[in-house]
DNA sequence: TAGATTTAGTTGACACGTCAACTAATGATG
DNA sequence: CATCATTAGTTGACGTGTCAACTAAATCTA
């Protein structure tokens, strides 16, 4: 993570008139100016989101699970009784599909999930949550909605509504 | 990755009047609407994150380095002569400790980074970069900013800015 | 209906992140 | 100076992301 590439610093000479650091910069102890608005923001995503995946982490070590093995039972629980296929599961996820069978397989050992062929289409291997992993998932509701609570307490709704606008836009050019 | 915590779908029912769907829940074909504007916000940081990530691993994957091994040259590239100790390079990063050491451990064995312990203070390790470490990264700079410059293309520079400015609040707020 | 193609999933190999335990050198203190 | 805490770094174990190769079942096609 965080290519924080624009980390060359000039040699360690004084700077009397140090120009106007950005945030950014002083955490990563960063001198040289970033090359451009965009470099910036850039790695201010980067960097933004591993504080965040920190955080997230944090508050899942508790319980032995990560944040992946959450996400997966997160989606488990929204598909209900019948369960959902592997690869529908990597779709939810946005992942490549050879890693969702092991995350599962970690799930299935701990007793939060139930694997069975599917009938129909043999093929197909149908993920159920159990509910040991329902009664787990319970207990992780509240500490996860007052992390994201937090994690965007700075922001107005304006500003949120403004964040979520740029992002999506990010992501349409990037398609 | 990802959390999409929310991707709890209602019974495969049929929706005759559905909601607007934000382009987040489309993306990942998540039915059921956020429970908060704050909820959205996060994973939508967290996919986008995500989907740059990717990118830049495709654009590196040519000269078989990885993110965090760029990431490292370009820090000792910024270091210079001198080099820097392992963990001043773990500080830069943002990253813990450990992983630093292997990290450099396979950029020594490929010739880019050089490792030689500090005569003042014996405990050191100073990693410096070699000459073909700055060939490499000479050949990668094109490429790189191409792709820094086509992430943000989509946002003015106002916009880029308030970008920036929200995810220092951000990164405020969870410091 | 036999053979080719597609689809669902698994497995192996390698790079990482992370935690914890461990070594070795410095520095501080009595 | 001897001891002890601190600092720098390494190593082992585990979870995970990613690519490529592979199996098996379903489907398409001639």
Redesign the pocket.
Known sequence: ?ERNAPTERPALTDRPEKAAQSALQREILQTRPFSSLGQEATLGLLRTVDIL??RF??TM?PWGI????YNVLRILRGAGEEGL????I?ERML????????????LVAKGWVR?QR?A???????CTITAAGLDLLKELDGPVEALDGVTMSMLDDTEKRQLIDLLDRIRAGLA
Do not use: F, I, K, N
Request: net charge positive; hydrophobic share 25%.
């Open positions: 993570m995946r920190r982490s944090e070590a990560t944040q992946q093995q296929p592997t690869l529908a990597a992942e490549r599909t050879p890693g969702v069978t092991r995350l599962v397989d970690r694997r599917c129909e289409d043999r093929r197909r291997v149908d």
